[in-house]
Every structure is written in C-alpha cells, then in structure tokens.
C-alpha cells in the first residue's frame, strides 16, 4: 500500500521569501501524484498534478513541484510567497484505480 | 461548471444520536469519495464508489457508519451511534474516473458533544 509523508508540519516564511514544501511517497509501482490547497473552512482543491510526461508541473499561481522518482519526492516550491498563500498545502498519491492517500499536510504560514 | 455540492456545512448533536451528509457530485463523475478530515490530520478515505458499486470501504467503521449512492448520483453518508470521536470534517470529492484528479466539497463539520 503507498503513504505519503509530510516531514513540515509547519512552515513560516517571510513574504517575498521562497519556499520548498517537502513530500515523499511509497509506493512498488507507478503512481500519480497531487498537491491540494486548503484555506481555512473551505474544502481542498487542487493545485498541481504529475500523471506523465514532463517531472516538472507547474500551478497558474506560480507554484511548481517536480517529480522525482528516484527519491520517490514531489517537493512544492514558490520563489517568491505572498501573504495570501496561507494556508494548510496536502500531497496525496494514487495507484490507478484505486483511492487518493493524503500526507498529514503542511501548514504554511506567510509572514509580513 | 457547478462544483461538489454537500449539506450541512455544520452540524452540532449529542453523543450517540445519528446524523447524515448529503453530497452531490459533479456532473458525469462516476467516481465517489467520503473522507473524514479530524483536526490538524489530512483526510482519510472511508468509501469509495464507482457508479453505484463500493470500490473501497476498508477504514468505514461499518458498526456505526455507512453508506449509500443512490442511481450512481448522489451520496449520503450516515453515523448512527455518533460518538465523540467522530467530530471532524466530512469532505465529499467526485472525479470523473478512477485515479484521476478528485474535486472536493467544501464539507461538513462535525461536533459531537
């Protein structure tokens, strides 16, 4: 069965700062992999998405997360935050066919 | 293109009453998730349904949850006891097929007291 760990609980960073959020998965085979985004009382949405091709995926907003098979990673990355970044930022993996598996989440915290 | 659509958003009851979710998904997504989000934890999966059919429902606590999706559309989801340990946040997603992107409901919020 694959998991996905968040290693940051936490993270704060100043505004304009860049920022890597770190995930790692386990998995015997090939999976997909996703970031989410969930402000507060608002459900998840999807920011960014790796099914094939190209490692590296990017969102509208500017994030960016490559996938790295050999690390079994997808790092989250922003060269530059903004205040309104904050929020809680989920990786999840899927096998083919089968359920979305969460990491715990990471909360980033953006800071003027 | 409306989003996934659940009511409550909040929802408060004494311990062992019962209480039920509603969700609608996306147009002509087949695919159907219930997960339950406990505070400062990501969600975790307790069904999924492809069409009409459950394809996963290993973490339902099947003694007091459960689960049904009528005609392959709508869902409800049902805990009957509740108990204290069930206060959380119930998020239904919906993807257009398996293993593809899922879009999430804004959810519902548990408190059992």
């Known amino acids: 069965a694959q998991s996905v760990t968040q290693l940051d609980s936490q993270v704060p960073v100043f505004e304009e700062a860049p920022v890597e959020l770190r995930c790692n998965y386990s998995?015997?085979?090939?999976?997909?992999l996703f970031w989410y985004v969930q402000y507060p009382n608002q459900g998840l949405q999807l920011l960014l998405k790796?099914?094939?091709?190209?490692?590296l995926v990017e969102s509208i907003n500017g994030f960016e997360a490559e996938f790295n098979k050999s690390q079994t990673s997808f790092h989250l990355r922003k060269p530059s935050v903004h205040i309104s970044d904050t929020a809680e930022y989920f990786c999840?993996?899927?096998?083919?066919?089968?359920?979305?598996?969460f990491g715990p989440g990471t909360r980033l915290s953006v800071l003027p | 293109e409306a989003g996934v659509a659940q009511s409550p958003r909040y929802k408060i009851i004494e311990k062992r009453q019962s209480v039920a979710f509603w969700c609608n998904p996306i147009?002509?997504?087949?695919?159907l998730y219930w997960y339950q989000q406990i505070l400062g934890q990501g969600p975790k999966l307790l069904i999924q349904?492809?069409?009409?059919?459950?394809?996963?429902d290993s973490q339902l606590p099947k003694d007091r949850f459960s689960a049904e999706r009528l005609k392959g559309v709508d869902s409800t989801l049902k805990i009957q006891p509740a108990k204290l340990e069930d206060s959380a946040v119930y998020l239904c997603?919906?993807?257009?097929?398996?293993?593809?992107?899922?879009?999430f409901g804004q959810g519902t919020r548990l408190t059992v007291v």
């Open positions: 997603a919906s993807s257009l097929e398996l293993g593809l992107e899922a879009f």
């Open positions: 998995s015997s085979v090939s999976v997909y």
């Open positions: 790796y099914l094939s091709g190209s490692t």
């Open positions: 999840a993996v899927t096998l083919y066919g089968q359920n979305f598996v």
């Open positions: 147009s002509g997504h087949a695919t």
């Open positions: 349904f492809q069409n009409n059919g459950v394809v996963d």
